[in-house]
């Protein structure tokens, strides 16, 4: 396997890495424009057109009597809150905060998205799915596609449209574009926004509600789907829908809004994490750190600590070998939420393992002697390859761990989700 010269990242990172002839990943090239060569992007612009962008909006809502100015697809997590704050308290607008519910919560996500409702002081609407009909979907989604969070995929990226199409509320604010920071998809010139392509392609795996009712066999009734069919095309012209990504108009850092949000509006990590050292991100479900990453393990033989690192790498705050020794530590660990959802599935771990099997990748994954499946290659051993010297950025300091914020969590729960089933509201 090849591995970038300057992150952890392998050549089979989802979706569509490339490497350049020095073997440096798209995601780090996309990334040093931002950074490296500062000079390249005009923040001061961005913002000015952001600005400039959203008081048309407003003025057109207030203009309807509409009591929203944009709606904010949020979850309670720190970009939540980063974004929350800088719209409402920073560009002066009334949002709508929108939450699809897809009931694997934690209690963390749940104080999380109470706080931000709480201290910014928003009216949000949550749709809740049936908590059967999640399990439901897992589990079909699982022997399809390998994937048991298909549904929230699809209910964040649906829900909002819906919303906004219901209210009259043309503008949608996202947070980060997430797959131009992780594997550099778009150029920050694009100034991508969303679409129900990119939606149907990449967040729901290119199936949409009414494909997978036509299945043969398929055991998901339309009311298992109901909140995932888009609104006709005629309905998001006629209001105009549109949804932009902040990512583009404003720096951003994960690690410093998780700071910037932690100290100005009492958002809360998590204490540790079974598979990955950072524990500020994806606080709100039980399965993205643990099960749903696993999966990726499982199918491409890397996980959410190669995401991490390669963040913390491209920022200049940790070095490539620093993030070597987390992939190699949190990579493979087997999650513990995997037995909530094998007792909420009925399925054993071997079934479980069974259904993924055809969707491992033969370029990293073979089966040895035993039988067993075993990785082919791991970044562990190309920590001295040449190019990597030279692929090398400054450090901005040395790596320091996050320290977690004071847990609010009653006695009841543990603050990771360990403990608990999942978490209806
Ligand atoms: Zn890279």
């Given at each position: 396997?090849?591995y970038?010269?300057?992150?952890?990242?392998?050549?089979?990172?989802?979706?569509?890495i490339?490497?350049?002839?020095?073997?440096?990943?798209?995601?780090?090239?996309?990334?040093?424009?931002?950074?490296?060569?500062?000079?390249?992007?005009?923040w001061?612009?961005?913002?000015?057109?952001?600005?400039?962008?959203?008081?048309?909006?407003?003025?057109?809502?207030?203009?309807?009597?509409?009591?929203?100015?944009?709606?904010?697809?949020v979850?309670?997590?720190?970009?939540?809150?980063?974004?929350v704050?800088?719209?409402?308290?920073k560009?002066?607008?009334?949002?709508?905060?929108?939450?699809?519910?897809?009931?694997?919560?934690?209690?963390?996500?749940?104080?999380?998205?109470?706080?931000?409702v709480?201290?910014?002081?928003?009216?949000?609407?949550?749709?809740?799915?049936?908590?059967?009909?999640?399990?439901?979907?897992?589990?079909?989604?699982?022997?399809?596609?390998?994937?048991?969070?298909?549904?929230?995929?699809a209910?964040?990226?649906?829900?909002?449209?819906?919303?906004?199409?219901?209210?009259?509320?043309?503008?949608?604010?996202?947070?980060?574009?997430?797959?131009s920071e992780?594997?550099?998809?778009?150029?920050?010139?694009?100034?991508?926004?969303?679409?129900?392509?990119?939606?149907?392609?990449?967040?729901?795996?290119?199936?949409?509600?009414e494909?997978?009712?036509?299945?043969?066999?398929?055991?998901?009734?339309?009311?298992?789907?109901?909140?995932?069919?888009?609104?006709a095309?005629?309905?998001?012209?006629?209001?105009?829908?549109?949804?932009?990504?902040?990512?583009?108009?404003?720096?951003?850092?994960?690690?410093?809004?998780?700071?910037?949000?932690?100290?100005?509006?009492?958002?809360?990590?998590?204490q540790?994490?079974?598979?990955?050292?950072?524990?500020?991100?994806?606080?709100?479900?039980?399965?993205?750190?643990?099960?749903?990453?696993?999966?990726?393990?499982l199918?491409?033989g890397?996980?959410?600590?190669?995401?991490?690192?390669?963040?913390?790498?491209?920022?200049?705050?940790?070095?490539?070998?620093?993030?070597?020794?987390?992939?190699?530590?949190?990579?493979?660990?087997?999650?513990?939420?995997?037995?909530?959802?094998?007792?909420?599935?009925?399925?054993?771990?071997?079934?479980?393992?069974?259904?993924?099997?055809?969707?491992?990748?033969?370029?990293?994954?073979?089966?040895?002697?035993?039988?067993?499946?075993?990785?082919?290659?791991?970044?562990?051993?190309?920590?001295?390859?040449?190019?990597?010297?030279e692929?090398?950025?400054?450090?901005?300091?040395?790596?320091?761990p996050?320290?977690?914020?004071?847990?609010?969590?009653?006695?009841?729960?543990?603050?990771?989700?360990?403990?608990?089933?999942?978490?209806?509201?």
């Amino acid at each position: 396997m090849q591995y970038c010269k300057r992150c952890v990242y392998p050549a089979n990172a989802k979706p569509g890495i490339i490497f350049d002839d020095q073997g440096i990943c798209s995601g780090c090239r996309t990334f040093e424009h931002k950074t490296v060569f500062k000079d390249s992007v005009d923040w001061i612009a961005r913002r000015e057109a952001l600005t400039d962008l959203v008081e048309e909006y407003k003025a057109r809502q207030r203009a309807k009597d509409n009591p929203y100015d944009c709606i904010i697809p949020v979850s309670g997590g720190k970009d939540s809150h980063y974004q929350v704050w800088l719209v409402k308290q920073k560009l002066g607008l009334n949002p709508l905060l929108v939450t699809y519910n897809h009931t694997y919560n934690t209690p963390l996500g749940i104080r999380n998205l109470t706080n931000l409702v709480e201290k910014l002081d928003c009216n949000l609407l949550r749709f809740t799915t049936a908590p059967g009909s999640a399990v439901r979907i897992s589990r079909y989604m699982l022997a399809k596609i390998g994937d048991v969070t298909w549904h929230y995929h699809a209910g964040i990226k649906t829900f909002p449209i819906r919303t906004a199409v219901q209210y009259d509320v043309p503008l949608i604010i996202w947070g980060e574009e997430g797959f131009s920071e992780l594997v550099g998809m778009h150029n920050l010139d694009d100034f991508v926004e969303f679409t129900k392509k990119k939606r149907q392609e990449h967040d729901m795996r290119g199936f949409e509600p009414e494909d997978l009712l036509e299945e043969p066999g398929c055991p998901l009734t339309r009311y298992d789907l109901a909140p995932f069919f888009y609104p006709a095309d005629e309905d998001i012209e006629w209001v105009g829908v549109r949804g932009i990504y902040l990512s583009n108009y404003i720096p951003w850092d994960g690690r410093l809004q998780a700071e910037f949000v932690i100290n100005e509006l009492g958002f809360e990590t998590a204490q540790s994490r079974e598979r990955t050292f950072n524990i500020y991100g994806k606080t709100d479900d039980i399965h993205a750190n643990g099960l749903h990453d696993y999966l990726k393990f499982l199918k491409f033989g890397y996980g959410r600590a190669t995401d991490d690192a390669a963040n913390e790498i491209r920022h200049g705050r940790m070095t490539r070998e620093q993030g070597i020794e987390f992939v190699l530590t949190y990579d493979h660990v087997r999650p513990y939420d995997l037995d909530i959802f094998l007792k909420k599935s009925g399925l054993t771990e071997a079934e479980f393992l069974g259904e993924i099997e055809s969707l491992r990748d033969p370029a990293i994954w073979e089966r040895d002697a035993a039988g067993q499946w075993r990785t082919k290659d791991n970044v562990g051993n190309h920590v001295n390859e040449p190019g990597v010297p030279e692929a090398r950025l400054p450090q901005v300091g040395n790596w320091q761990p996050f320290t977690p914020s004071p847990s609010k969590a009653s006695t009841r729960y543990q603050e990771d989700g360990r403990q608990s089933d999942y978490v209806l509201l």
